[in-house]
């Protein structure tokens, strides 16, 4: 299985901490080797970043270690190949237009037997069954809403359109628009929320830790999903199966 990691915040911040440990889920601490991306949101923009070797070996990972680059909406991925080839066009996060904003998304899991009718202009490049859920979920959101509803609105589309995906085989997902956050689980899946008054934390998969105190002010909110905790002494929530959450500047909703 492949891994996931994402953060939402109320102001722009960097994901340099926790992204120091999960790369190293990308083929020394674990086994998801075959590929790795990340996604930052900077106001209509993104920044799109995808390697097809480990992320723990990877210079462009590496440089995303040492460069602080501050979004409010961040989605990365490891990955364990299970459909589709090692190649760079298989790697996480996908990105397309839609209303006249970027989607990005990654995925976790199997669908088995998954072939959706894309009969829209949302098709997939490489050959996962990650991409083609993602260009499904964006075709059928496309004719949901003519414009870009609201959070809410959008939120509750995804929850009817969620279920439909995942009865196909394990759909744990990350997507956003650069306004929210949306996570869904089918099986693993947390994530933790950091406020007023900030604490340390140290990571599991390296030797590092951070006193957030000393790099936020009492009004930052920041939230991390990701699929097994990062850190080993803060508290992360987990998901209930088949539950879908929306975080809007660091809070979670649903």
């Given at each position: 299985?492949?891994?996931?990691?994402?953060?939402?915040?109320?102001?722009?911040?960097?994901?340099?901490?926790?992204?120091?440990?999960?790369?190293?889920?990308?083929?020394?601490?674990?086994?998801?080797?075959d590929g790795?991306?990340?996604?930052f949101?900077?106001?209509r923009?993104?920044?799109?970043?995808?390697?097809?070797?480990?992320?723990?070996?990877?210079?462009?990972?590496?440089?995303?270690?040492?460069?602080?680059?501050?979004?409010?909406?961040?989605?990365?991925?490891?990955?364990?190949?299970?459909v589709?080839?090692?190649m760079?066009?298989?790697?996480?996060?996908?990105?397309r237009?839609?209303?006249?904003?970027?989607?990005?998304?990654?995925?976790?899991?199997?669908?088995?037997?998954?072939?959706?009718?894309?009969?829209?202009?949302?098709h997939?490049?490489g050959?996962?069954?990650?991409?083609q859920?993602?260009?499904?979920?964006?075709?059928?959101?496309?004719?949901?809403?003519?414009?870009?509803?609201?959070?809410?609105?959008?939120?509750?589309?995804?929850?009817?359109?969620?279920?439909?995906?995942?009865?196909f085989?394990?759909?744990?997902?990350?997507?956003?628009?650069?306004?929210?956050?949306w996570?869904?689980?089918?099986?693993k899946?947390?994530?933790?929320v950091?406020?007023?008054?900030?604490?340390?934390?140290?990571?599991?998969?390296?030797?590092?830790?951070?006193?957030f105190?000393?790099h936020?002010?009492?009004?930052d909110?920041?939230a991390?999903?990701?699929?097994?905790?990062l850190?080993?002494?803060?508290?992360?929530?987990?998901?209930?199966?088949?539950?879908?959450?929306?975080f809007?500047?660091g809070?979670?909703?649903?």
């Open positions: 299985m492949c891994q996931l990691l994402g953060m939402n915040c109320n102001t722009p911040t960097d994901v340099t901490f926790s992204f120091a440990g999960f790369a190293q889920r990308g083929g020394r601490t674990d086994h998801h080797a790795w991306g990340i996604a949101f900077e106001g923009g993104a920044r799109l970043f995808v390697d097809p070797g480990a992320a723990a070996d990877s210079p462009v990972a590496d440089l995303i270690r040492r460069y602080p680059i501050k979004s409010r909406n961040v989605i990365s991925h490891i990955r364990k190949a299970t589709g080839q090692v760079l066009e298989n790697c996480h996060p996908f990105v237009e839609l209303w006249g904003r970027y989607w990005v998304f990654a995925h976790n899991g199997d669908l088995k037997d998954y072939a959706p009718r894309l009969h829209g202009h949302f997939p490049v050959s996962t069954d990650s991409e859920a993602f260009c499904w979920l964006m075709q059928e959101l496309s004719k949901a809403h003519a414009t870009v509803p609201p959070v809410e609105e959008l939120t509750r589309t995804l929850a009817e359109l969620a279920p439909q995906v995942a009865r085989g394990t759909f744990n997902f990350l997507l956003s628009n650069g306004e929210a956050l996570a869904h689980a089918s099986t899946l947390c994530y933790v950091r406020q007023h008054p900030f604490a340390s934390a140290r990571l599991s998969d390296e030797d590092l830790a951070v006193n105190a000393e936020t002010t009492p009004n909110r920041v991390v999903v990701a699929t097994t905790p850190t080993c002494d803060e508290t992360w929530i987990p998901f209930e199966s088949g539950e879908l959450k929306v809007v500047d809070a979670a909703f649903l």
